[in-house]
């Protein structure tokens, strides 16, 4: 078949979700560089643009001091 599914899995992302909150999770995770919106955009584009022999079945994304 030609339809692949992959699961992207994005650690702590500085997005405007987190404007109303008391303390940013970026603080609580002790994250001092997040993702960008524009990471994960890179890491969508890799994953879909793999040969048709490749499938990427999940791909976790985490900023560097991101503890897992």
Do not use: W, Y
Request: net charge neutral; glycine share 2%.
């Amino acid at each position: 078949t030609q339809v692949q599914i992959s699961c992207i899995e994005p650690g702590m992302t500085l997005t405007e979700l987190h404007r109303g909150f008391k303390e940013h999770p970026m603080k609580a995770m002790q994250v001092t560089t997040p993702l960008t919106p524009q990471d994960i955009a890179d890491a969508i584009v890799f994953t879909m643009t793999r040969p048709a022999h490749v499938t990427i079945a999940n791909l976790v994304i985490l900023p560097k001091d991101q503890k897992t």
